[in-house]
């Protein structure tokens, strides 16, 4: 049994900073691709950053330069640094972990960014 649990989101203003986590239980974690997707409000979930278990990154073009994806695997726990927020960054963000095509997510953690 895999469980995700995030922290960190909250309410900041435009051009400010949050910092994400994605505590992770069970064996699979360092083995495991780790990404963070986010859900806004009548939008379909889309990725923002994904890290490998060898820790190459991937970011979704509407977030790079701004956030920085990083893992811990002594401490079994994924961030995401997010900088320069946007109004638009405003969603819903969900922790996921792909292992040997099964996916698990965590129950997200809402992020407002205000203008």
């Known amino acids: 049994q895999v469980q995700l649990v995030e922290s960190g989101g909250g309410l900041v203003q435009a051009g400010g900073s949050l910092r994400l986590s994605c505590a992770a239980s069970?064996?699979?974690?360092?083995?495991?691709?780790m990404g963070w997707y986010r859900q806004a409000p009548g939008k379909q979930r889309e990725l923002v950053a994904t890290?490998?278990?060898?820790?190459?990154?991937n970011y979704a073009d509407s977030v790079k330069g701004r956030f920085t994806i990083s893992r811990d695997n002594a401490k079994n726990t994924m961030y995401l640094q997010m900088d320069s927020l946007k109004p638009e960054d405003t969603a819903v963000y969900y922790c996921?972990?792909?292992?040997?095509?099964?996916?698990?997510w965590g129950q997200g953690t809402q992020v407002t960014v205000s203008s």
């Open positions: 996921n972990a792909d292992r040997l095509l099964r996916l698990w």
């Open positions: 069970g064996s699979i974690f360092r083995l495991a691709t």
């Open positions: 890290i490998t278990s060898g820790g190459s990154t």
